[in-house]
């Protein structure tokens, strides 16, 4: 999840995220203040390390779908700022205890907060933000958002453990793989494309809606991901390339390609990726085969799948700017793939 | 919190946990099924990470605070079992994380998880318990409690982030030495016995009353604990002694034991603390310097303060085997340091 969309990339025939930014262009600076007010704390360490990830922008793809889907929903109180805040924060506390798992160096662009402040803050920090998460959900006094916020709280923290025990096993089934990324990434997109639905107090079918088409969108997202880790469509060696690869990350494209590998391939990805021995080439191999076995181009068609059946469930709304927006908003995530 | 409370030690004349052991009773089999049932997940390694700690023990002290509360209020509903069980669950999230943090090795008379498991799978296991901890908040409906859940696993963050900030300065003042146990160790007592009034639906004097008690009761338990590293009131070299002292944890006796002494101590201090070069002999010298000055003395001296305050918020409570046990309770964590 380190690649950085690229905002400026809206040529006329290219899939963009403008119209989503522009939808919720009113809603931004409130969102934003807020975020810097929940970061706040008597203790000065804390708003200082957490604005160094938020400063650092990130894409605020998620609170993003929160606004999109209460104006999807035309909820016309505040409480979706506080809740979009809610749902960044939840998200900001995963990337910082993230780095301290995965011994991260860059985020978003960035030295990584544990190198600057140390892996202690880094956690303790990251537990303030989740507490302030809850704290902003109980201030909107919806209960029904509270049970989905907690359960994803509990969610991504289990796919994360479950993307720890499939490490170092290069023959997880793709199944585990999908299930790993329900949890650890798709449920909190769910979340908040439902979040909007629920605070707006529509019925249970919309609320089931936004709730599909965020967890479709959050997975063809993590598949893109992962694909353009390894160059995506494209797949050359390329500056941003390789990173999952030199981490021993096991992600769809390596599932793929060591099982439609022969013998002496599945020795190769059992070396680099489950003992982490990497040599020179390595990396450029590994492009080959997943080239030869199309392990990048049908990790893309699966996103494919995703984002159709998110573009599908938002089909019961009627046509509107919001729901325009979220649906170009898939397109685009599907689009950075190639 | 290094210290296990000796369960066992009930001679008539000594203040004993028996009461509030005693008073429990009926619901401790309720608590543990509980506390195993949210310990669950897909995930195997996360319940085998947690047992380890939960199946050690430990004194469940926090939870059986709100138990008694609930008793002392008269709450014949059910909530109280969850509600208690969200309190452990937060306290052992916080454990899980401290060990990261601390670089502990040994918890609750065990190796740490962290050795076991990894830092990596201790910090998301931590993660999961608290999001579980705020699903049971959750499912008990009751957003007064759930807001006194989520501020209090706030300030438990904070207070250890203000932990890591003043451990290396061993000229901290006292006043920042009690704010900082303040938020990490004592708001989730004050939350704990806090508790037990808000789901019975008892008055607002009531609820501050139990707070009230917590708090204190909270302060009163950790310089205790503070005490107890160096020995206690006895203060001599023990078997337990000296682990906050080979960590460098600014402590009250080292806070008092800096300020008391002369230009050659505080230097003594410095070394040994701030830039932790211990030698052999170091540690009974500090005992030697913390005897002069009283520091070991006062600190318990302090903690009797605390627990006094404790008992007097009970007092508007008519009295009743519940309220008789949680006084026993504070002269029981006084008196450990004896």
Chains 1, 2 share one sequence.
């Not at 019925?203 to 936004?210: D, G, K, N, S, V």
């Not at 068609?301 to 325009?324: C, K, N, V």
Request: with cysteine.
């Amino acid at each position: 999840m380190s690649n950085i969309l690229p905002f400026d990339q809206h040529k006329t025939d290219q899939p963009s995220l403008q119209p989503l930014l522009d939808l919720v262009a009113p809603d931004m600076d409130s969102l934003n203040r807020l975020i810097l007010s929940y970061a706040e704390a008597h203790v000065e360490l804390i708003p200082k390390l957490a604005h160094h990830l938020i400063d650092a922008g990130g894409k605020r793809l998620r609170p993003m779908i929160t606004l999109a889907a209460a104006n999807l929903c035309d909820y016309d109180g505040e409480q979706h700022i506080k809740v979009a805040c809610a749902v960044e924060f939840l998200h900001t506390a995963t990337l910082l205890h993230d780095d301290v798992v995965d011994e991260s160096d860059i985020r978003r662009g960035r030295k990584a907060a544990r190198l600057l402040w140390g892996n202690q803050a880094t956690v303790l920090v990251g537990d303030y933000l989740l507490a302030q998460c809850f704290r902003m959900m109980v201030e909107t006094r919806n209960l029904d958002a509270l049970d989905i916020m907690s359960a994803a709280a509990a969610d991504i923290a289990e796919g994360e453990v479950f993307q720890l025990t499939l490490q170092n096993n290069v023959a997880t089934t793709e199944d585990d793989y999908m299930q790993m990324i329900e949890w650890k990434t798709a449920t909190l997109f769910a979340a908040a494309a439902e979040l909007g639905a629920v605070i707006a107090g529509r019925p249970r079918q919309e609320i089931a809606a936004l709730r599909s088409f965020g967890r479709n969108l959050g997975i063809a997202f993590q598949l893109v991901d992962d694909a353009l880790d390894y160059g995506g469509e494209q797949a050359v060696m390329g500056k941003k390339v390789g990173d999952d690869f030199r981490e021993g990350k096991i992600t769809l494209p390596v599932v793929l390609s060591f099982r439609r590998g022969d013998e002496e391939e599945r020795t190769f990805w059992q070396r680099v990726i489950q003992q982490r021995e990497q040599q020179e080439g390595d990396l450029a191999h590994a492009l080959e085969l997943m080239r030869r076995h199309g392990a990048i181009a049908d990790t893309v068609e699966r996103a494919r799948h995703y984002g159709g059946i998110a573009r599908d469930a938002l089909a019961i709304f009627p046509a509107s700017p919001a729901r325009q927006a979220l649906e170009e908003a898939v397109d685009f995530c599907i689009a950075r793939a190639f």
